[in-house]
């Protein structure tokens, strides 16, 4: 929404066009006034006082130049200047016919046989005060409209100087220059509101725009030039009025004469220094704030210079560089002296400048603009990818001067989130593999469930119907195998899943000890490998799932049993460990080498021995046991020497009995 706020030269401009419209009219009025014997209208005029004659025509005249004026096109100014200069010439002629004493007949040159009421009488002639200012005015309209504002300033003031000097030498009672040299002219008060139309018809040249410009120069002349005319002029006629009533003659008299002076001065001073004190805080305030301007153009040209991003501005009309900072330099291998001048594209790459030139056509429409990825083509011939941002530039009076740009060499960011994204997809397709590869563990083990279990029970009838044959305890041992490897694959996948049940109770470690001596000795019987077990009395009880827990000793003794020899020997010692109970199953078998020590616990993973086919497994037996740990809050730990055999460490957390509370016994009252 536009603002209703006018400047001072719009006002002024308006007090003027009023002006010409007032004279016009007043002098028209006063002339109809006294020709149609209109008695109210005669009347007012009267006070002015105007005369119906050649000055309220000349008055009207001037009146209409002035509003002319201020009409656009080239012929309203050049009437203007007609009519001034008409008038200019009739008074001057006029001038010279008062002082020289010819007879021209201006006095009879219009209407010579009066008008209306005024019928036979005789216009009166321009007097001398009248024909002076209507010709000073006259000059100063018709150069007015030829643009000369000093000269016209000049003669106007020149004719507002004759006013002053006539009106301070009638406020004096200087009555030898009044009567012979000095005269005020009829209609005076129009000739004053002329001349002010006349210099507020220009505010922003000549003498005008010195007084009018908010600078401290054009403030202290609006304050000083009313009070450099008004105050000595009114001390002065105190002073004479003074004198003239004797008032001076008595000391009351002079005291309160000075007193009077002094306040009248002291005002004229407080009146001025008003402003000055305003312009002094203004400039204050406009000091303050260029030393923080330039504190910040400061920090913002370091922060230009030592930005490693590119920092340029281009020209808004032909796109060419205009500021290239250092960190340009460093990200497009181009110098300063070199880049000036030249077409902002032509950093881009052939196939990017179509969508520069878009991105140009939306900077035209004032929007900002910024890209992610642009390829650009730094001087060694080498493609970078580049983000930019490019914005336009404004000056205080909101025009566009420029086009700036803020672009960063991203090309190894780039390629990094190229990478990343490579790595997450092959990531996805490695967990959605994984996943589909679980689902089919769980799937087809519990598919082989079934037939699994036919074979075992067909393998027991053979056994019962025929104990001769030796074949069927192969059928028997094989559908074991197979059984313990579905179990092995189904706890695993569900210890993936997260779903595998956990029932704590209390475990008592001599039971569990008995329980899982009586699952494994067979084997170990079988193979003629010494199985001892050892569990400390001290040992606390801990919690668990009694089952998985034994499930964690079988497999690690059933480890031990596949990888120690006939002959040898392998047992489990439980004891107490600060807060841990710790469950030892050691052997004197093969040995793990130390570069195998990490892996054993990874899923699918067996030693490459020359006998490990031979002995089985799929290589899940340690991982369920790590988890199955872990999942009871404890931890593994493995150690062994090639030929010595190795010791397989379980860590569970002792069950500690809750606190019971504090209570205290209060009496009854």
């Given at each position: 929404?536009?603002?209703?706020?006018?400047?001072?030269?719009?006002?002024?401009?308006?007090?003027?066009?009023?002006?010409?419209?007032?004279?016009?009219?007043?002098?028209?009025?006063?002339?109809?006034?006294?020709?149609?014997?209109?008695?109210?209208?005669?009347?007012?005029?009267?006070?002015?006082?105007?005369?119906?004659?050649?000055?309220?025509?000349?008055?009207?005249?001037?009146?209409?130049?002035?509003?002319?004026?201020?009409?656009?096109?080239?012929?309203?100014?050049?009437?203007?200047?007609?009519?001034?200069?008409?008038?200019?010439?009739?008074?001057?002629?006029?001038?010279?016919?008062?002082?020289?004493?010819?007879?021209?007949?201006?006095?009879?040159?219009?209407?010579?046989?009066?008008?209306?009421?005024?019928?036979?009488?005789?216009?009166?002639?321009?007097?001398?005060?009248?024909?002076?200012?209507?010709?000073?005015?006259?000059?100063?309209?018709?150069?007015?409209?030829?643009?000369?504002?000093?000269?016209?300033?000049?003669?106007?003031?020149?004719?507002?100087?004759?006013?002053?000097?006539?009106?301070?030498?009638?406020?004096?009672?200087?009555?030898?220059?009044?009567?012979?040299?000095?005269?005020?002219?009829?209609?005076?008060?129009?000739?004053?509101?002329?001349?002010?139309?006349?210099?507020?018809?220009?505010?922003?040249r000549g003498v005008m725009k010195v007084i009018t410009d908010?600078?401290?120069?054009?403030?202290?002349?609006?304050?000083?030039?009313?009070?450099?005319?008004?105050?000595?002029?009114?001390?002065?006629?105190?002073?004479?009025?003074?004198?003239?009533?004797?008032?001076?003659?008595?000391?009351?008299?002079?005291?309160?004469?000075?007193?009077?002076?002094?306040?009248?001065?002291?005002?004229?001073?407080?009146?001025?220094?008003?402003?000055?004190?305003?312009?002094?805080?203004?400039?204050?305030?406009?000091?303050?704030?260029?030393?923080?301007?330039?504190?910040?153009?400061?920090?913002?040209?370091?922060?230009?210079?030592?930005?490693?991003?590119?920092?340029?501005?281009?020209?808004?009309?032909?796109?060419?560089?205009?500021?290239?900072?250092?960190?340009?330099?460093?990200?497009?291998?181009?110098?300063?002296?070199?880049?000036?001048?030249?077409?902002a594209s032509f950093l881009m790459i052939p196939d990017y400048?179509?969508?520069?030139?878009?991105?140009?056509?939306?900077?035209?429409?004032?929007?900002?603009?910024?890209?992610?990825?642009?390829?650009?083509?730094?001087?060694?011939?080498?493609?970078?990818?580049?983000?930019?941002?490019?914005?336009?530039?404004?000056?205080?009076?909101?025009?566009?001067?420029?086009?700036?740009?803020?672009?960063?060499?991203?090309?190894?960011?780039?390629?990094?989130?190229?990478?990343?994204?490579?790595?997450?997809?092959?990531?996805?397709?490695?967990?959605?593999l994984n996943r589909l590869k679980d689902h089919f563990l769980?799937?087809?083990?519990?598919?082989?469930?079934?037939?699994?279990?036919?074979?075992?029970?067909?393998?027991?009838?053979?056994?019962?119907?025929?104990?001769?044959?030796?074949?069927?305890?192969?059928?028997?041992?094989?559908?074991?195998?197979?059984?313990?490897?579905?179990?092995?694959?189904?706890?695993?996948?569900?210890?993936?899943?997260?779903?595998?049940?956990?029932?704590?109770?209390?475990?008592?470690?001599?039971?569990?000890?008995?329980?899982?001596?009586?699952?494994?000795?067979?084997?170990?019987?079988?193979?003629?490998?010494?199985?001892?077990?050892?569990?400390?009395?001290?040992?606390?009880?801990?919690?668990?799932?009694?089952?998985?827990?034994?499930?964690?000793?079988?497999?690690?003794?059933?480890?031990?049993?596949?990888?120690?020899?006939?002959?040898?020997?392998?047992?489990?010692?439980?004891?107490?460990?600060?807060?841990?109970?710790?469950?030892?199953?050691?052997?004197?078998?093969?040995?793990?080498?130390?570069?195998?020590?990490?892996?054993?616990?990874?899923?699918?993973?067996?030693?490459?021995?020359?006998?490990?086919?031979?002995?089985?497994?799929?290589?899940?037996?340690?991982?369920?046991?790590?988890?199955?740990?872990?999942?009871?809050?404890?931890?593994?730990?493995?150690?062994?020497?090639?030929?010595?055999?190795?010791?397989?460490?379980?860590?569970?957390?002792?069950?500690?009995?809750?606190?019971?509370?504090?209570?205290?016994?209060?009496?009854?009252?």
């Amino acid at each position: 929404m536009a603002s209703d706020h006018r400047s001072p030269s719009e006002t002024l401009r308006n007090v003027s066009k009023v002006a010409g419209v007032a004279v016009a009219l007043a002098s028209v009025s006063a002339f109809l006034g006294e020709a149609f014997a209109i008695e109210p209208v005669a009347r007012v005029f009267r006070l002015i006082p105007i005369l119906p004659n050649q000055q309220a025509l000349m008055a009207m005249l001037l009146g209409v130049a002035l509003c002319l004026l201020h009409l656009d096109g080239r012929w309203p100014g050049r009437l203007a200047e007609w009519l001034a200069g008409g008038v200019t010439l009739f008074c001057l002629l006029a001038l010279a016919e008062i002082s020289l004493g010819w007879r021209l007949g201006f006095d009879r040159l219009v209407f010579p046989q009066g008008f209306g009421a005024l019928s036979g009488q005789e216009f009166q002639r321009l007097t001398l005060p009248s024909a002076i200012e209507l010709a000073l005015l006259g000059i100063a309209l018709a150069l007015n409209g030829r643009r000369r504002g000093l000269p016209s300033d000049f003669l106007t003031l020149t004719a507002l100087g004759y006013l002053f000097i006539t009106a301070l030498i009638m406020a004096l009672r200087i009555q030898q220059l009044y009567d012979t040299t000095f005269a005020l002219p009829p209609g005076v008060l129009l000739i004053v509101v002329l001349a002010l139309g006349i210099l507020f018809s220009h505010p922003d040249r000549g003498v005008m725009k010195v007084i009018t410009d908010e600078t401290p120069t054009g403030i202290v002349l609006r304050r000083l030039i009313p009070t450099a005319l008004l105050g000595p002029t009114l001390v002065g006629w105190l002073w004479e009025e003074g004198s003239r009533l004797g008032i001076f003659e008595v000391p009351e008299g002079m005291f309160f004469a000075v007193l009077a002076m002094t306040v009248i001065t002291l005002g004229i001073v407080i009146w001025n220094v008003a402003p000055l004190e305003r312009l002094e805080r203004a400039r204050k305030a406009a000091v303050d704030a260029l030393k923080a301007s330039e504190t910040y153009a400061r920090r913002l040209a370091a922060i230009v210079e030592t930005s490693e991003d590119a920092i340029l501005t281009f020209d808004p009309d032909n796109l060419t560089v205009t500021f290239w900072s250092q960190g340009a330099e460093k990200v497009w291998g181009w110098s300063e002296a070199e880049i000036i001048g030249k077409t902002a594209s032509f950093l881009m790459i052939p196939d990017y400048r179509e969508a520069f030139s878009e991105t140009v056509a939306k900077l035209r429409q004032g929007c900002a603009v910024s890209l992610q990825y642009s390829e650009g083509l730094r001087k060694d011939g080498r493609k970078i990818d580049v983000s930019m941002s490019i914005f336009p530039v404004r000056d205080a009076e909101d025009r566009l001067v420029a086009y700036g740009s803020i672009q960063r060499d991203v090309t190894e960011r780039k390629r990094a989130v190229e990478e990343a994204a490579r790595r997450t997809a092959e990531l996805k397709e490695a967990v959605e593999l994984n996943r589909l590869k679980d689902h089919f563990l769980s799937t087809i083990s519990h598919e082989m469930k079934t037939p699994l279990s036919l074979i075992t029970g067909y393998a027991e009838l053979l056994e019962e119907a025929h104990p001769e044959e030796k074949n069927v305890e192969g059928i028997k041992e094989g559908s074991r195998r197979l059984a313990e490897h579905i179990d092995n694959i189904l706890d695993y996948s569900a210890l993936i899943s997260g779903t595998l049940p956990i029932h704590r109770t209390e475990i008592d470690l001599q039971e569990l000890a008995q329980h899982v001596n009586a699952v494994v000795h067979e084997g170990f019987e079988r193979k003629q490998i010494s199985l001892m077990t050892e569990v400390s009395p001290e040992t606390p009880v801990i919690e668990g799932d009694f089952r998985r827990v034994a499930q964690v000793l079988v497999e690690l003794l059933e480890n031990a049993r596949k990888f120690t020899p006939s002959g040898g020997k392998a047992g489990v010692r439980i004891a107490e460990e600060k807060d841990w109970v710790r469950m030892d199953v050691w052997n004197t078998g093969e040995g793990i080498p130390a570069a195998d020590l990490d892996r054993i616990w990874e899923a699918f993973s067996q030693l490459e021995t020359e006998d490990a086919f031979r002995k089985g497994g799929l290589g899940l037996g340690l991982t369920i046991v790590k988890k199955l740990v872990e999942l009871h809050g404890g931890k593994v730990a493995v150690e062994s020497q090639i030929g010595k055999g190795a010791t397989f460490s379980v860590f569970l957390p002792v069950a500690r009995p809750e606190k019971p509370s504090n209570t205290h016994y209060r009496p009854s009252s």
